[in-house]
Every structure is written in C-alpha cells, then in structure tokens.
C-alpha cells in the first residue's frame, strides 16, 4: 500500500529554521516525482515545488524560488521542505503529494496527511 | 503565472447536474492535456478525481467527468450528492515546468 506520512505540527517564532519531512512507503520513492503543496488559512492549495528523488532534481513555482528549500534523503525514502528563516506569513497546512507515474507533468495521485506549522511570536 | 481562474462558488440541489470551470492561459492549460481536478475536504488530505483532462482514476464515480476547450476545463458532477460538498481544485502542469492550482470552487449542496 502506497503511504505518504508527514512529520507532526510545528509551532515556532518568526526568525527560526524548520524542517518537515514526507516519508514514502509502499513503492519505490526514487521513480517518483514528489509535491509539496502550502494551504494557507483560508485559502486555497498552492502547488510550491516538486523534486525527483532519484536524482534530486528540483523545480520551483516562481513565487517560491528561493523562498524554501526541497530535497530528499533517498536512502530513507524521505523528502524534506526546509526554511532557514521563518516569518508568520508561513502559517499554513503544507501536503506533500507523489506524482504518479513518475514523470513530472503527472497528477498528485497519493498525498500526505499533512503538517501544520504555525509561525509566531 | 498566477492561479488559474474558477469560480469561488457553485451550488445545485441533490440530484441536480453542476459544472465547474477553469481558465488558464495557453502557457498552461491551454498547452497541455495535463488537466487535473482535486476534492479538498478541509483538514484533510486532496483526492484526486480527474487527471489528463477528462481521465478518471479507479475508484472515482463516473458521476464525475472532465473537459476541455481551449484555454479553459470544465468539471461536471453529476446527479449531485451530499457528500459531493467540498472545495474543488483544478491543476495544469504548465511551461515553467510545474504545476499550477485554480482558486478553488465551494461546491454546496442545497
């Protein structure tokens, strides 16, 4: 069975790093493209990136460039979003999705529960 | 690139036919027959209704179906049930190389 688990909750200050995780399960995670997707409150999905495990290769919205980090951990079959500075306007419920089919133009077909992370001061 | 246009709302009554539009540009979904379509009940995770314009994936009721006409697709639920009350999203794979989501619609059911 095809699993995406993210990591739990986050509560931090403006300022501070943060790391959350999408760990893969059920199928080989280096064929597939995975997703990370940012819900702000009361607002809709936004697609942020997607990255191919199998060789790290990254792809960023333009309005996320630089803004967040993606990368993996083949070896844990793990896929990470990462800030080394957050700000309150990062508030939001963040989904990772696999790609199906592995290629890049596919549909999010399997998604993570996903993780709050909530900014503040 | 902005979000891809739909309407913020659509409501019918069970039983009823409703569709959902999506507008888009030729750099998106225009270009491509890469036209996805997510229910998003809040607090959980997307499902995946329609991929590649009007493709269902297993398990999704045919009262579900998909459309395109160029720049703009089209998401038709029919026979209109309850627990079809959610937010919907469509999603086009565009030229920059990632994906792009519409607004969202609030689908009710009177």
């Known amino acids: 069975e095809v699993q995406l688990v993210q990591s739990g909750a986050e509560v931090k200050k403006p300022g501070e790093s943060l790391r959350i995780s999408c760990q893969g399960s059920g199928y080989t995670f280096t064929n597939y493209w995975i997703g990370w997707v940012r819900q702000m409150p009361g607002k809709g999905l936004e697609w942020m990136g997607i990255?191919?495990?199998?060789?790290?290769?990254?792809r960023f919205r333009p309005s996320f460039q630089g803004q967040v980090i993606i990368s993996a951990d083949k070896s844990i079959s793990t896929a990470y979003l990462q800030w080394s500075s957050l700000e309150a306007s990062d508030t939001a419920t963040y989904y990772c999705?696999?790609?199906?089919?592995?290629?890049?133009?596919?549909?999010?077909?399997?998604w993570g529960q996903g993780t709050q992370v909530t900014v503040s001061s | 690139q902005s979000a891809l246009t739909q309407p913020a709302s659509v409501s019918g009554s069970p039983g009823q036919s409703i569709t959902i539009s999506c507008t888009g540009t030729?750099?998106?979904?225009?270009?491509?027959?890469?036209v996805s379509w997510y229910q998003h009940h809040p607090g959980k995770a997307p499902k995946l209704m329609i991929y590649d314009v009007s493709n269902r994936p297993s398990g999704v009721s045919n009262r579900f179906s998909g459309s395109k006409s160029g720049n703009t697709a089209s998401l038709t639920i029919s026979g209109l049930q309850a627990d079809d009350e959610a937010d919907y999203y469509c999603?086009?794979?565009?030229?920059?190389?990632?994906?792009?989501f519409g607004g969202g619609t609030k689908v009710t059911v009177l």
């Open positions: 999603s086009s794979y565009t030229t920059t190389t990632t994906h792009v």
């Open positions: 999705a696999r790609l199906a089919y592995g290629s890049a133009t596919r549909p999010g077909d399997y």
């Open positions: 990255i191919y495990p199998g060789d790290s290769d990254t």
């Open positions: 030729s750099s998106d979904v225009g270009g491509y027959n890469y």
